[in-house]
């Protein structure tokens, strides 16, 4: 059965994994590309004089390099023996598309912020296409290792999403500072902008058809789901009710992100990080399917 094509991974995965060993090798090869893209990134960010995103790029090439070492590891263990590059059947999805490489390099606008966001997509593409490769398997050790190896791009989405909002809240500091005195407009919790999540999705539902609409129906289903987890949880401007679908399900994410950062209680922590990680998935295969 053909994969889906997706916006978010640009061109469809051109396959199935056969092999542990393909699998393995695909991994290490996806995780080498993105550290030297970031490397190369860095050096190219040094040599304009921008030493604060060439500091971002270094960090995410040392990150990706233990990305690779973990991959390495996992295929000793597994199989006796280190990954081999003569087994990548077919081209990954690019670290960074070309135009995003060519944006970081020539933008005068470009920040640490701008930089952790593309580093964000990246691990999301990432994320749907071993997501892609889990559910198109014919091998149940290979699906397996798939939702694996998508489970820890979700781990990488997270992280790199906290660091962005860090440096967000860093380039405006000054901006809120100027702001703070303005009142706030009227606030939602997260359990009504995920019921309204949800009835966006029933509206894309109907516009699709075959597996695409199977996935919205599911995304839908889960959005009620959460609705209930969410009770009381998250305070967002009643306003967000009024955008799309992406935009809802990434402020969702930032919520429950922002609120397990914060949170001092186990069980609310605990709580927060479960439905953190399905909101990151759902982002994610709304991206992928947003026009599919």
């Known amino acids: 059965m053909p994969l889906l094509r997706t916006s978010l991974l640009v061109a469809e995965p051109a396959g199935v994994l056969e092999s542990l060993d393909e699998l393995f090798a695909l991994a290490h090869a996806m995780e080498q590309e993105a550290a030297n893209k970031y490397d190369s990134l860095a050096e190219e960010m040094r040599g304009q004089g ?40 077919w081209e990954a999805p ?99 902008l995920e019921l309204r999540l949800a009835a966006q999705l029933a509206d894309m539902e109907q516009r699709l058809s075959g597996p695409a609409a199977v996935r919205i129906r599911d995304i839908r289903q889960q959005a009620i789901e959460m609705a209930d987890a969410a009770v009381g949880l998250g305070s967002f401007p009643a306003p967000m009710e009024r955008k799309g679908p992406l935009e809802i399900a990434e402020a969702l994410v930032d919520g429950y992100l922002d609120g397990a950062e914060r949170s001092n209680d186990a069980a609310h922590l605990e709580r927060l990080q479960q439905l953190a990680e399905r909101a990151i998935s759902r982002l994610a295969w709304l991206r992928s399917l947003s026009t599919a």
Request: proline share 6%; hydrophobic share 35%; glycine share 2%.
């Open 50 to 89: 921008k030493d604060d995103l060439a500091e971002v790029f270094t960090r995410l090439a040392a990150a990706e390099r233990e990305h690779v070492d973990s991959v390495s590891q996992w295929s000793q263990s597994r199989r006796g023996k280190r990954p081999d590059p003569a087994m990548v059947r």
């Open 94 to 192: 690019a670290a960074l598309p070309p135009d995003a490489a060519a944006e970081v390099k020539t933008s005068r606008l470009m920040t640490p912020y701008r930089a952790l966001a593309m580093a964000v997509r990246n691990e999301e593409r990432a994320f749907a296409f071993w997501s892609y490769l889990a559910a198109y398997s014919h091998d149940s050790e290979v699906k397996k290792a798939s939702e694996a190896m998508a489970k820890e791009e979700l781990g990488h989405v997270a992280t790199l999403r906290k660091e962005r909002r860090r440096a967000y809240h860093h380039e405006h500091e000054r901006s809120s500072a100027e702001t703070s005195a303005v009142p706030r407009p009227p606030q939602i919790d997260a359990q009504r």
